[in-house]
């Protein structure tokens, strides 16, 4: 294996993604040192980080710098991300301020023993994520519901949100139609069901391990559930949302259905239009500071992708691999750190699958197993990460710091582990078997 040819020095390649590491350290030394993840603000940290690297890119004037981080953070697919906070905003409130989500909380807590609360919203949410193929919709549908829930459970909302996010990548791994699925199957020429079946055989082990956590962790929850009194129709705008999303539908016709269905539930609960576009307004409002997040991380990541940021990652882990377990290592951590940088699993899957499949056919990995290691790692990563779309959405709607949730995010820390062993364990294929 010769590696990959970029023409990027060490030295230069260090400075180009010397911003994630400014970032990293200032948002997590800084509240790690304070004892305190609500004193340094993220968007603060995005912001030191985005000035590092305009100070360290060379060659560019301070104008293209401005124009490089601008045409990033105002790409199509950081825009469509904003379409939807927006219209997730709107939505949460709308429903919100009806009752939608108290009687949501009421109808579950009422079906539902106590100890069966959490793995019960675990296995939902791996359910509809699957379904739905879009860890982003499945956190926008539960993450209200969760966060009520864990009020009515005397429980730290940070967990349930992060039963939430561990369940919705479950999905974004597994399912058919979900983007990173189609990227890595696509990159790596293999059909879905075969990498289903290679994946399967590292989620399933991680996912009830984390189950088996759940079952344990929830007797020792205090259940004591006080009905507010919500009429139980009051939970369609939920289910219209789910349904939706479960049938395959745009999840930006999804929330405008539901904001629809939120809006005439709040007539027959006898708002005005007017009260209805005020709590609409503060729910656009409230997501303010994640659009801003999400401009400045686009921006930044950009910023370290046309410094050569990425392309020195490449070159550094995608040469002297000497084994097929080192390979496959290196496929995985190839996809982790590009994820790192980009902060989407499905670019990340797609910036690095040529070289992975290389490799693959180098050592002897079959099309399915660097197909899958590709979607697993990404997702590992865009999990535990606190930039993340899925986290800062999640966060925002429980209104919680984005780095809150990650003690309790048993199910992408213990695929970790699931994933290791399935590459100890695999055995070298030849060749011609793929």
Known sequence: MTGIKVDISYSKGIIA????????????????ICGDFYKMPISVALLIASIWAAFTMRGKTLSEKIEIFSKEAGSS???YMVWIFILAGAFAAIAR????????????????????????????????????GTSVGTVVA????????????????????AIVLGGAFFGDNLSFISDTTIAATRTQGCNMKDKFKANIAIVLPASIIALTLYCFLAPSLEINPEPSGKSLWLIIPYLIVIICALCGINVTIVLLLGILSAIIAGFIEGLSLLDIFYVAGEGIDSVGGLIIVTLLAAGMLGMIKSAGGIDFILKVLGKNIGTSRGAQLSISLLVGIVNLCTANNTVAIITVGSLAKRIARHYGISPKKSASLLDTGSCIVQALIPYGAQTLMATSLAGISPIAPWQYLFYPQILILCLGVSILITKKHRPEEY
């Open 17 to 32: 993604v010397s911003p994630i590491i400014v970032f990293l350290l200032v948002y997590l030394a800084t509240s790690i």
């Open 97 to 132: 301020k009806t009752g939608a989500v108290e009687a949501t909380v009421d109808f579950t807590l009422s079906l539902l023993p106590s100890y069966m609360i959490v793995p019960g919203l675990f296995i939902a949410t791996c359910f509809i994520s699957m379904a739905i």
């Open 77 to 79: 697919n950081v825009l």
């Open 142 to 161: 539960l993450t209200p519901l969760a966060s009520q829930m864990a009020a009515g459970a005397n429980a730290p909302v940070p967990f349930f949100v």
